[in-house]
């Protein structure tokens, strides 16, 4: 199946194996996590379950506006039953990277709040180490005043490159919903991600990493095949 099918295949069985009555869902951002809401809005409706879901970005609000769920916000649902978001890599022990949608910050703070953080993707995410297959690098939110002296930390510290993402709709540098900048730092070679995500969050001027680790409960793969894998 092609990539579109198998993001669809993974959220319904996240969503399916998942989602119960009465739970505060934590919402996700990017492409992958379209289908898991369409999903859920129609088994909130044919099942009729008494669903809160909390975004992790303007689109993930819009979402669930858009499909009549009921949204609601971290100062309400501080302790979320689950929340479900797609991943821009995985590797083999369950460590991401999150933030090609630019929406890394708030997806971190909701994943945190959840007693189970679900991922959902399609098999060109499914990787042993990660920078096997994103060439991206790993997104690092920001504030804008800082991104040179940040960007110099990071290469200077673990090599490669941090480079300002520039936006395609707008003139100037991609600006998140925190008001902040991205840097994508182009890695050379697998870390120590634990430490990298430490230490790059210790850099003044750095609100959050793209690198979730040890967050992942599980994650579904849908696979070229049609079917879905299972990584926890
Ligand atoms: O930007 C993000 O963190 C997204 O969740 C990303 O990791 C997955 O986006 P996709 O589902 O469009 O691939």
């Known amino acids: 199946v092609m990539a579109e099918e198998a993001k669809k295949l993974a959220a319904c069985a996240a969503v399916d194996n998942h989602i ?18 369409d999903r859920l809005a129609e088994r909130v409706r044919q099942e009729k379950l008494n669903i809160v879901c909390v ?33 821009d890599e995985v590797d083999d022990s369950l460590t991401l990277i999150k933030g090609g949608g630019g929406c890394l910050t708030q997806e971190k703070i909701v ?31 920001v504030v804008p005043m800082a991104y040179v002296p940040v960007s110099r930390a990071i290469t200077r510290r673990f090599g490669g ?14 600006v998140t919903d925190n008001s902040n900048f991205i840097l994508d730092w182009k890695f050379e070679q697998a870390q120590n991600w634990k430490e990298v995500n430490t230490a790059v969050k210790m850099i003044p001027g750095v609100v959050e990493t793209g690198l979730f680790v040890g967050m992942a409960e599980k994650v579904y793969f849908g696979m070229e095949d049609g ?6």
């Open 161 to 174: 490159e941090a480079v300002l993402r520039m936006a395609v709709s707008k003139a100037g540098p991609v």
């Open 55 to 87: 975004p992790t970005s303007f689109q993930a609000r819009q979402l669930i506006l858009q499909h009549g769920l009921s949204l609601s916000d971290l100062d309400r649902h501080p302790d979320l039953d689950v929340a479900i978001d797609g991943a």
């Open 20 to 37: 119960q009555n009465n739970q505060v869902v934590g919402v996700g951002s990017g492409s992958t996590i379209v289908y898991a809401v």
């Open 111 to 141: 994943a945190g709040c959840a007693k189970h953080f679900i991922v959902i993707a399609d098999y060109r995410k499914d990787s042993k180490v990660l920078g096997q297959q994103w060439k991206k690098g790993v997104p690092v939110e």
């Open 227 to 232: 079917s879905v894998k299972v990584r926890d």
